[in-house]
Nanobody, 124 residues
Framework: QVQLVESGGGLVQAGGSLRLSCAVS????????MGWFRQAPGKEREFVAA????????YYEDCVKGRFAISRDNAKNTVYLQMNSLKPEDTAVYYC?????????????????WGQGTQVTVSS
């Protein structure tokens, strides 16, 4: 049974930073492409960032490029999302997801396992 547990969310002022972590258990992290998604109140869940199983490729939604960075430590079975220059519109529940396929994806339906989410609130 694969489990994903996010942590690191919280309340931060605009312009601040947070680092989210996603701990994976049940299988070796290195077999998964990993993604971060977010869902704001009243909106659909959307793609934020993804990283290939090897760490060799990363993908970002346009609105977070240059501000967010996804990384992974396969030895620690953990994926990270460093979020800088946060804006109020970044407020959402952030979800970690694992994709058990070779071709990395940016859409929700391609991901096989999901965490419960962690709340990020950015005040203005």
């Amino acid at each position: 049974q694969v489990q994903l547990v996010e942590s690191g969310g919280g309340l931060v002022q605009a312009g601040g930073s947070l680092r989210l972590s996603c701990a994976v258990s049940g299988r070796t992290l290195s077999r998964f492409n990993m993604g971060w998604f977010r869902q704001a109140p009243g909106k659909e869940r959307e793609f934020v960032a993804a990283i290939r199983w090897s760490g060799s490729r990363t993908y970002y939604e346009d609105c977070v490029k240059g501000r967010f960075a996804i990384s992974r430590d396969n030895a620690k079975n953990t994926v990270y999302l460093q979020m800088n220059s946060l804006k109020p519109e970044d407020t959402a529940v952030y979800y970690c997801a694992a994709q058990d396929q070779s071709a990395i994806a940016t859409i929700l339906s391609e991901y096989d396992y999901w965490g419960q989410g962690t709340q990020v609130t950015v005040s203005s």
